[in-house]
């Protein structure tokens, strides 16, 4: 896209989705009316549909709206998902996102790109206390003395695998 006062940085929506086939079509009736604009990529990584059909959909679909696609035959957690879409992105920063997140105001994760562009921070994400315990430990660790609040009140030393927006 190119747009009047876009970012100078090159930014990517990341989706992992399992496939169904509904939930992606609302998905991305969600993403081209609301907030297509606000980013210069999507890629879409189907993680685990085997119907041939549908997976021919969900690629239609995506790839109509100019997005990358790619497919996993089998299914794997959904953290190696992610991995693959971060590892093949060439973009500057990105939103990680799923399927079962939508954005309701245009224009909003624009505003969550710009503050990555003008140093705000290297990461904008919402706290989680709630994860695998091993993984909570280590997060403790890291984060210790951090606050971990955000401002409408979700704490932990994680956070939410979805609305990530972060620099690459």
């Excluded at 991305?28 to 685990?48: F, I, M, P, S, T």
């Excluded at 921070?121 to 890291?142: L, Q, S």
Aim: hydrophobic share 45%.
């Amino acid at each position: 896209h190119d747009h009047v006062g876009r970012l100078a940085v090159r930014t990517a929506a990341l989706l992992p989705t399992p496939g169904d086939p509904f939930v992606v079509d609302y998905w991305l009736k969600n993403y081209e009316r609301v907030w297509a604009d606000d980013v210069d990529e999507l890629h879409v990584h189907l993680n685990g549909q085997v119907d041939p059909e549908l997976v021919a959909f969900i690629e239609g679909r995506v790839t109509a709206l100019g997005g990358r696609f790619t497919a996993e035959p089998g299914r794997l957690i959904h953290g190696q998902a992610t991995r693959k879409l971060v590892e093949a992105c060439t973009a500057d920063a990105v939103l990680l996102i799923e399927d079962d997140a939508f954005v309701r105001e245009p224009g909003a994760v624009a505003v969550q790109f710009a503050r990555l562009e003008a140093g705000d921070a290297d990461v904008f994400a919402t706290p989680r206390g709630g994860m695998d315990p091993e993984i909570f430990a280590y997060a403790c660790e890291k984060w210790a003395g951090e606050n971990l609040t955000s401002p409408e009140g979700n704490y932990g030393p994680g956070l939410w695998p979805c609305f990530v927006f972060a620099r690459l």
